[in-house]
């Protein structure tokens, strides 16, 4: 079945870096566009960034471009956030994400909070 693993998240001080991981089983991870998202309590789902199958292409949400990289390692049906200079409002739950054409998958999370 459809699995996606979310870790890495933890505790960073603002400023700091943290490397997301999203491991995938029970598709063929290298055809279908990956993305990230996070939410807060009381709010919905914000999407972070997005990447193509390839990995050619990725699209970055306003509040994170210039700090956040999306990879993927297709061979390790892995997808990858780096974020840079962390601030306090990136605190927040990521899931990754696919849509499969028969429905869409979310991971179960993993939580990152900055705070000093």
């Known amino acids: 079945q459809v699995q996606l693993v979310e870790s890495g998240g933890g505790l960073v001080q603002p400023g700091g870096s943290l490397r997301l991981s999203c491991a995938a089983s029970?598709?063929?991870?290298?055809?279908?566009?990956m993305r990230w998202y996070r939410q807060t309590p009381g709010k919905e789902r914000e999407l972070v960034a997005t990447?193509?199958?390839?990995?050619?292409?990725?699209i970055y949400g306003d509040s994170v471009k210039g700090r956040f990289t999306i990879s993927r390692d297709n061979a390790k049906n892995t997808m990858y956030l780096q974020m840079n200079s962390l601030k306090p409002e990136d605190t927040a739950v990521y899931y990754c994400?696919?849509?499969?054409?028969?429905?869409?998958?979310w991971g179960q999370g993993t939580q990152v909070t900055v705070s000093s």
């Open positions: 994400k696919v849509n499969l054409p028969v429905r869409a998958y």
């Open positions: 029970g598709f063929t991870f290298s055809s279908y566009v």
């Open positions: 990447i193509t199958s390839a990995g050619a292409t990725t």
